[in-house]
């Protein structure tokens, strides 16, 4: 018999399962079979050759050769496999980042696979969260074994549920058992299901239930996570332990593993954000509260976020935290807006809070009266923290952040994808374009408010972002009068208007530079708010720090931007990391000029930001389809561009862009 | 019948040779074993898709090295997709060759 379908032939006929049962011991024959893979490379040969591996192992396989066909199998259809092969090496986008989204959206064993070998690269593959990493050429004994890591995920995920009591546990455990019933009931090709439970019908139960203890995955939507970042946040992201914050978020259903789990990854997400800069802890922060308005965490970060604007980028990077000291005038108003700039506040906790804050930052507007400027570095400083920390989390909080008319709320927008890169390169862009810490803060807050607002589902990591655009947003709306919260786009917009308004300030200019830069790229993140466009066309004034930030955000963009980008990635794969090195080099030359340090972005393509940053920003503004017009111009580097076009172009169609990838610098507006 | 008979073992002798000289490793062997009834012309096919996709890798590179000032890591890059290729099917010539050239870019020496 031909077992290439695996699970359903088994049960059927005789030959069939006795194939299955070939493994010996009865209990887990079927097991491995049927398991459900998904494989993604660019490379034709490997690929059809992995696919006649895996088939003779009796898996189900689906093949793709581009990351963000992956991606959107994967998103489409949630429970549709068990384990995601990728290439580290693809043209689209980068295998790591790929990597980073799918296991924070949907907490899937990834294995990495390459012909390089080099212990860097093996590293990289450890340290992104790869349950195994395959050296090329890929032998099928090697691929035998491959459902060892997707046992060893369930098991995690059900130890959790029994310890919560969840009627599942006990059935869980037996796996194997299950495996006999897989065979059965294999044609759902939940052989998953079958491990939890001998039961059918709540295998079925619990596969629709996403948010129940039976589900052993639990789809962590944006307002999940926004609620588990407010959760965080509240608690402080030291004493926030899983049984806290289920208590807090007091989601039924929710097991305390799931939170676990999800905490484990939220405080990796932060350790690498906080590791690029420490404002981008802050901004996490923020972000979060903004798009969690309802957590109200976010109020917090208002205060902190205006003060942003004030402090200077310097401090904002620094203080991200607990930022409110550099602009604090200007940011006053637009702190309680703000919320999202909180992120600058210590918190860097789950921005989720700091999300709704930046949602609330719609009123952020304010903020780009009086901060826009200084606002904006803050934000995105916050942004990049809390895009950062958030990874994936904002962009659930992000789905908050888009309600508020801020920019940020914007953000939220449903692009979870592009959220989570979004915030991520808002933060990076605010970072590198601001030169000075502040802002990019803000506008990385801003955007990756915005971000998180309007990832929804992205969240963690956009909602940094899409604060950082809302707050860019805000100061850039007064001047241009964003179109509303447009934020969503992730904060491309809020950046944009940041730099408008920044451009009021003066000093604030070179700021704006950097958030608008921040901005334009963060529509690509965040693709959600188209609005971007608008808020740069009238201000681009950031511009001007297009030609002197190169040099410095360069340098300064250092880690945030990459920081970002890395994020940006996971989450958004393929929009998140052009906006993300997009939103760097625009920040650090924003920031370049203003302050001359852009200390976040450095890492990331800096060159590339800086060129796009100075391109994107001129051409953002005037065109609400930032994505395209930015990135035609600078983005020498495809990311940047495609980023950028992404945000400015998608106003409207955010969400499905994504995959910029390549897109469509050229339309930017300039 | 005798001449098919006399192609097989020609085929054979051919292969035989191919593995003793490096050109073939492993790997091919395991390509044939994954071919089976359900699949008859695997092999074929791998082996087909492979010429042109490394067709068109080698047209990249030939390009990029006539350029006057060679993006090395471009070429890299490229280089790096074709052995990965090449390994995969078991071209075990093709991707030493591929390891060589990768060193060279990494010396950014062109006349390597």
Redesign the interface.
Known sequence: M?L?GGETVKSMSMPNSSVSWKSGDGVTDQFPAGLRVLVVD?????L??LE??LR?CLYEVTKCNRAEIALSLLRENKNGFDIVIS?V?MPDMDGFKLLECVGLEMDLPVIMM???DGKNVVMKGVTHGACDYLI?????EALKNIWQHVVRRKKHEWKDFEQTGSVEDGERQQKPPEDADYSSSANEGNWRNSKKRKDEEEEAEERDDTSTLKKPRVVWSVELHQQFVAAVNQLGIDKAVPKKILELMNVPGLTRENVASHLQKYRLYLRRISGVSQHQSGFNNSFMGPSDATFGSISSLSGLDMQLPAQSLATLQAAVLGRSTTKSSISMPLVDQRNLFSFETPKPRFGEGQQQQLSNNSKQINLLHGIPTNMEPKQLANLHQSAQSFGGMNMQVNSHGSQSNSLLVQMAQPESRSQMLNEINGSHRIQSSMGQPIMSNGCASGVLARNGMANNARGTLYNPLSQASSVLDFSVNHGTDLPGSSFPIGGNAGISSLPSKEMLHEDVISETKGTRGFLPSYDVLSELHQQKSQVWGSQNVGLTYETSHHANMRGSCDVSPSVIVQQGFSSIQNNGQNRSAMGKAVFSSGQESAHGNVPNISQQPNTFLLDNLLMVKAERFPDASYHNTIFAEQLGQEDLMSVFLKQQGDTGSVESEFGFDGHHLDNLPV | MEGVIQLQRQLVEYRTSLYNEGFLDDQFIQLQQLQDESNPDFVVEVVSLFFEDSQRLLNELTKALHQQSSDFKRLDAHVHQLKGSSSSIGAQRVQKVCIAFRHYCDEQNTEG
């Open positions: 031909n290439g660019d490379d034709p040969t490997c059809m050759i006649k591996m003779n290439d090496h390459s012909a390089d090329k050429p890929v032998r099928i």
